[in-house]
């Protein structure tokens, strides 16, 4: 139950001691403005001076320009913000409208402490940022920045924060983050946040576990793939994980050995959570969107992994630090490589992620297909308290040094800021340069502005840089080609889908002419599996605005996903179209939006690849699709010559001089 400020029941450390439910409360700082573009930021007129109070308005618009309405104090006191999500800057006394509402907080900030439920950090110049909800509207966040000091509110926000419901800092050191817990009427610190996952008993477990099976089995395309590639026995690995059952007792057990036998089976654009489609009605329940999120954030918050500023390099089966650092006084130069974390080696730290499961995402874990093992650059644990993690590393000449970093000593790290906005431009006379971030629809109306600059131009060579492209939309590349082609491109998909009765209930949930031409065909190269193939054409043909371009297009291709992936493959299928670059971690292909899925009593979501596209495919690893058409063969030194050059070079220079890709797209006819 959510108690209004005016039923508030005051302790004696001046904060509310009413129960509240925790499970209400935003999981993250980070979580309270994602979603939300509704924000007003709050500032303060109260502090000792005008000019202190100028002073951190000024900063609270830098920090927050263009992301909402700013307001000071005694304004907002007068207005409805029920609607908004609140952002307040000031010192407790000094915002008048924190003043105000700041008692429904468990915290109280003196001249000489801070406390923080019951957690008490004593000392000066300290810093709190904390959400908690809008006392208007509990439907709403507020985020705090606040200092015991004023001079310490300007530049609060250069403290690493946002993954906690709290941190408390001092200058930038981090002395706590956590989260809030209401245990019998007391308000508590936690180490993870309540997030409220249904009870479950052990034979409920057993239930969503054999519906998650039988999911699996019927929708999961890459079972005899994975055993070829992989040497991964899906059936076994399902059979083996259920019998872990009877040890565990928690939701969040459950969910660690859902996430584990997920990361295991190696699927595409297959995780943990799921978006809100309506393709996925009577297949996801609707309480179980509310659990999304939730259950995403435990898995990022309880696995291992890089949570620390130290960016590493993968090259030909090692591990090398990106860029140069100084960590406690010593400096630690780029391209040294990473012999042991805590004594173990990078890859048995790896392998050790690949078998207890990682965060839900698409590129926490890549496979190395030259070598036949997993890497991750994040393997690098988040140092516990004031643990430290011990790093030993080796220069090129043999050389050792050992590199120490604590949760608030981490060190710094100077890696020069990537281009990763959309861009068109002539290069080096005629070569038309495209760089492509994001498969984002809305960014076709931008490349037919910046195009048509060009018509006429005497252009040699395209060259599209989708490098880190993370997917999105087939739309979009295929809407940039439309603007410079001169002929229409036909492409052929082979795509296959198990034959099964999930598969034909979703397929009459969204009828489709290719669904109903699909043919059950058995693999002769995946052991005669038996699919329904679906084999149609799909035609690209040239915008009316089009530069129609009939000369090579060159498209550089390094860590991309989805339908980056998709537009990397559909080089092989055009003579125009030439990709360049590095192999891909993550399986690639073409396809279409993943099905998605809840289980019934943990209300668990997942997202499954049901698509396995069979374009031009004679082995199970070209099902991967994960190579390009021309392989670039740099050593080490130009790998970190090329990431350590930074959008501050211009654009020609860092092309034709940093940068291997397009050197390779330069000389390649």
Not at 53 to 66: P, Q
Not at 523 to 531: K, M, R, T, W, Y
């Amino acid at each position: 139950m959510i108690v209004l400020p005016w039923a508030l029941a005051i302790s004696a450390n001046g904060y509310s001691q009413t129960p509240q439910d925790t499970a209400t409360l935003p999981l993250s700082i980070n979580a309270c403005l994602g979603n939300n573009t509704n924000v007003v930021i709050i500032l303060p007129t109260g502090e000792a001076t005008k000019e202190t109070c100028d002073r951190i308005g000024d900063y609270a618009k830098r920090a927050f320009k263009n992301r909402g309405r700013f307001l000071d104090d005694t304004a907002a006191l007068k207005e409805d913000l029920s609607g908004y999500a609140i952002v307040t800057y000031g010192t407790p006394t000094g915002n008048l409208w924190t003043k105000q509402n700041l008692k429904t907080v468990p915290v109280a900030i003196t001249k000489d402490k801070i406390v923080v439920a019951d957690r008490e950090f004593k000392g000066t110049n300290l810093r709190f940022i904390t959400l908690w909800l809008n006392p208007g509207n509990p439907t709403k966040p507020w985020v705090i920045y606040t200092a015991q000091n004023e001079t310490d509110v300007v530049g609060i926000n250069g403290v690493f924060h946002g993954w906690a419901q709290f941190h408390v800092a001092k200058g930038t050191e981090l002395l706590q983050s956590g989260y809030y817990s209401h245990e019998k009427g007391t308000w508590v610190v936690s180490e993870r946040p309540d997030f409220g996952f249904p009870a479950l008993t052990r034979q409920q477990m057993y239930e969503d576990y054999d519906t998650f099976t039988n999911i699996v089995e019927q929708v999961f395309p890459l079972t005899e793939v994975n055993r070829q590639v992989y040497g991964v026995d899906i059936h076994k690995l399902l059979s083996e994980n259920r019998s872990q059952i009877e040890g565990i007792s928690h939701t969040e057990q459950f969910v660690d050995l859902i996430n584990r036998t997920i990361a295991a089976c190696r699927g595409s654009h297959f995780w943990v959570g799921c978006q809100r489609s309506k393709s996925a009605q009577g297949f996801v329940d609707e309480e179980a969107y509310k659990h999304v999120d939730k259950y995403q954030l435990y898995l990022s918050s309880a696995n291992k992994g890089n949570d620390i500023a130290i960016l590493l390099l993968y090259f030909k089966g090692n591990y090398y630090t990106l860029c140069d650092g100084v960590c406690e006084g010593i400096t630690y130069p780029k391209g040294l490589r990473v012999l042991a974390c805590d004594g173990k080696t990078p890859d048995a730290i790896v392998n050790a992620l690949a078998q207890s499961g990682v965060s839900p995402s698409w590129n926490f874990l890549s496979w190395d297909y030259d070598r036949n093992k997993y890497y991750t650059t994040h393997f690098i644990p988040f140092p516990k308290s004031h643990s430290p993690v011990v790093i030993q590393l080796a220069q090129a000449d043999g050389k050792l040094l050992t590199l120490k970093v604590t949760a608030d000593k981490q060190g710094t790290w100077r890696m020069p800021q990537p281009d990763r906005k959309p861009l068109v431009a002539l290069v080096n006379g005629n070569i038309l340069y495209i760089k492509l971030p994001s498969m984002d629809k809305n960014l076709i109306a931008f490349y037919r502005k910046e195009l048509l600059k060009y018509t006429g131009e005497p252009i040699h060579k395209v060259v599209v840089d989708i490098r880190n492209n993370g997917g999105g939309s087939d739309d979009t590349w295929s809407g940039l080609l439309s603007l410079l082609l001169k002929q229409k491109l036909v492409l052929t998909p082979k795509w296959a889908i198990k034959n099964s009765e999930i598969i034909h209930r979703y397929m009459a949930r969204n009828p489709n002419p290719y669904h109903e031409s699909a043919k059950v065909e058995k693999i002769a190269f995946l052991n005669n599996e038996e699919f329904k193939v679906i084999e149609f054409s799909r035609v690209i043909s040239p915008d009316p605005e089009s530069l129609n371009l009939t000369c090579r297009i060159f498209v550089l291709s390094e860590n991309v996903y989805s339908s980056a992936g998709g537009f990397m493959n559909i080089c092989k299928d055009s003579d125009q179209l030439v990709s360049v670059g590095l192999p891909n971690g993550q399986i690639l292909g073409q396809g279409s939006d993943p099905l998605a899925f809840s289980l019934p009593n943990s209300k668990i979501t997942f997202s499954i690849e049901a698509i396995l596209d069979l374009t031009d495919c004679k082995t199970a690893r070209d099902t991967h699709h994960i190579d390009v058409e021309v392989r670039i063969t740099p050593t080490l030194e130009q790998l970190l010559d090329y990431y350590n050059t930074g959008s501050d070079v211009p654009l020609e220079k860092r092309l034709n001089e940093h940068d291997p890709f397009f050197k390779k797209a330069l000389e390649t006819d």
